[in-house]
């Protein structure tokens, strides 16, 4: 892989982790979940900026991330037994012990909680779900405890099913990513095991990675990659003002149409980001797996925490919605240093090899 294309890469990973911290960091009810919310979100500084991060631009991160894993995984991928069971060996040790280790912490945690019957006042979760081994079993493999785990989770799965969904974009001529792109477009089908946007967009990530011309590598113009950038500002800011208006096909509509402009705004923007931008993230970039996988509880203790001293005020609100996210990253990168420094084989275990 180019140097430069690996960069870009490391670049735009590390700026869709941050982006999931600020989606966790919403504070407030989500739009669904109050009346009128047409008139709330308008009459709301907050409530506004935090729609329109968390269900909006943020909204980016998750689809880029299973693209470039699945770019990443199929990238000169030797689709023979040896060259497959290598790739699964590998990913055994970048995905699989991290997750069973974070997710064995959480269910520790909550086990202790349940057993001494204190509130859980660090998971916002049902802790009777470990009153048996099956429910423990679902904690771990299911519905992960961990809430965010469930990224991992679904690419865990979708690696292990990759020689299938490689041979299906590779042999049915674009059907299949129509197929999934429908589906997901409609939201015809909804699961909680294997979401369709991760199959999606792993795929998409291997249809890339076969494509002959590579057209990540291309670069488009300045005057188009601004076009998307303002088309994507745009829509994110009309799908915000029309919420509780319009019905929710039309919502459902702009949302997608969104999420594949920022996308494509975030890949080839990133070619006229000037240098000293993108350094401080190239520096902090070998660190976006393990801000991931800690970054909650740390967010959630650093909300409450914020609101237990300044109360339920809404310019408090919109406050916590930002330093939050920036105390926990600020905590993770301090942690992972340490532990590269000091723990090297232990941070290496958990952080996959990264």
């Known amino acids: 892989m180019y140097p430069s294309l690996s960069d870009k890469i490391r670049f735009i990973s ?12 919403y504070n407030l009810s989500y739009w669904y979940e109050i009346p009128d919310p047409h008139h709330q979100i308008m009459h709301s500084a907050s409530l506004f900026v935090q729609v329109m991060l968390t269900e909006g631009i943020t909204r980016v991160a998750v689809p880029l991330l299973f693209t470039l894993s699945g770019f990443l995984f199929f990238h000169s991928l030797d689709f023979s037994i040896p060259g497959i069971l290598n790739k699964f060996r590998r990913r055994m040790h970048s995905l699989v012990f ?20 204190i509130t859980p006042t660090l998971f916002n979760k049902d802790l009777t779900s470990f009153s048996s081994p099956s429910g423990i079993l679902n904690s771990l493999f299911i ?23 490689g041979v299906l974009t590779k042999k049915s001529k674009g059907l299949w990513l129509i197929f999934l792109f429908m589906i997901w477009f409609t939201d015809a089908v909804t699961s909680g095991v294997l979401k369709t946007e991760s199959v999606l967009f792993f795929s998409v990530g291997c249809f890339l990675a076969s494509a002959p011309a590579l057209p990540v590598k291309e670069k488009i113009s300045l005057k188009t990659a601004l076009i998307f950038c303002f088309g994507w500002i745009a829509l994110v800011l009309i799908k915000t003002m029309v919420i509780g208006v319009v019905e929710i096909n039309t919502l459902r509509l702009l949302h997608k149409i969104s999420i594949l402009t920022g996308m494509v705004t975030l890949w080839y923007g990133y070619d006229y980001f000037p240098a000293k931008i993108c350094l401080p993230f190239y520096k902090s970039a070998s ?56 723990t090297p084989q232990l941070y290496k275990i958990i952080s996959g090899g990264r």
């Open 14 to 25: 590390f700026v869709s982790i941050l982006m999931v911290v600020l989606l966790h960091s």
């Open 143 to 165: 519905r992960p405890f961990a809430y965010h785990l469930w990224y991992i989770r679904d690419l865990i799965v979708l690696i292990f099913f990759s020689p299938l969904i």
């Open 98 to 117: 991290p997750y069973l280790i974070v997710s064995f912490l959480w269910i520790t945690a909550g086990l202790l909680l349940y057993q001494f019957k």
């Open 287 to 342: 660190y976006s797996f393990f801000i991931y996988l800690i970054h909650e509880p740390l967010l959630s203790i650093s909300k409450k925490l914020l609101f237990h001293f300044t109360g339920q005020a809404p310019w408090a609100s919109i406050l916590h919605y930002f330093t939050a996210p920036f105390i926990t990253v600020t905590i993770c990168l301090a942690v992972a240093k340490l532990m590269a420094k000091h």
